[in-house]
T-cell receptor, first 114, second 114 residues
Framework: AQTVTQSQPEMSVQEAETVTLSCTYDTSENNYYLFWYKQPPSRQMILVIRQEAYKQQNATENRFSVNFQKAAKSFSLKISDSQLGDTAMYFCAFMTYNNNDMRFGAGTRLTVKP | DTAVSQTPKYLVTQMGNDKSIKCEQNLGHDTMYWYKQDSKKFLKIMFSYNNKELIINETVPNRFSPKSPDKAHLNLHINSLELGDSAVYFC?????????????FGAGTRLSVL
């Protein structure tokens, strides 16, 4: 079974500082994608960043970057220069290439403090 | 224009009733999905449709039935509502099935069964 684990239910960070959210997953597949989705209080699910498993280079999107460790099955999200608008639930998700079953972690609630 | 829209945003109803949640996407995507987010924020896929064919059907009760009149719409019909059906339901769509296609989510429908 494929599972996604987010071990940090809640985190907080001061505005302008950097925070890292952790995610581990379990799979026997080799070909898959990993995702981080953001869910602000508005409830909208927004894709933050994604990583294809065969790519060794870590994905980056402006202030968001990941540390993908395939052997360790770890996929952490780093948010640099945190902004108040980054306050949200963050979900790590996993999906194999040919499967429509996206598996989500339990989420990490991030609060950015002024 | 909203890419994936769900109606209603909020739905309060009594146990035993039948209700529907509508979803429409204007992205020209071929695949649509329904997810359930429970009170602990855990997200789990329920259904996906590709070109009007059901691709996956998780172990959801048969009281839940997805209905797709055309590829831009995937409505969720729920019969004989139970207290445990209270949750936020998200619709999503992607260009095609498979992990390389990004899923775009609607804003969710909060269903409360009294």
């Amino acid at each position: 079974a494929q599972t996604v684990t987010q071990s940090q239910p809640e985190m907080s960070v001061q505005e302008a500082e950097t925070v890292t959210l952790s995610c581990t997953y379990d799979t026997s597949e080799n070909n898959y994608y990993l995702f981080w989705y953001k869910q602000p209080p508005s409830r909208q699910m927004i894709l933050v960043i994604r990583q294809e498993a065969y790519k060794q280079q870590n994905a980056t999107e402006n202030r968001f970057s990941v540390n993908f460790q395939k052997a360790a099955k770890s996929f952490s999200l780093k948010i640099s220069d945190s902004q108040l608008g980054d306050t949200a639930m963050y979900f790590c998700a996993f999906m194999t290439y040919n499967n429509n079953d996206m598996r989500f972690g339990a989420g990490t609630r991030l609060t950015v403090k002024p | 224009d909203t890419a994936v829209s769900q109606t209603p945003k909020y739905l309060v109803t009594q146990m035993g009733n039948d209700k529907s949640i509508k979803c429409e996407q204007n992205l020209g995507h071929d695949t649509m999905y329904w997810y359930k987010q429970d009170s602990k924020k855990f997200l789990k896929i329920m259904f996906s449709y590709n070109n009007k064919e059901l691709i996956i059907n998780e172990t959801v009760p048969n009281r839940f039935s997805p209905k797709s009149p055309d590829k831009a719409h995937l409505n969720l019909h729920i019969n004989s509502l139970e207290l445990g059906d209270s949750a936020v339901y998200f619709c999503a769509s992607s260009q095609d099935s498979g992990a390389k296609n990004i899923q775009y989510f609607g804003a969710g429908t909060r269903l409360s069964v009294l």
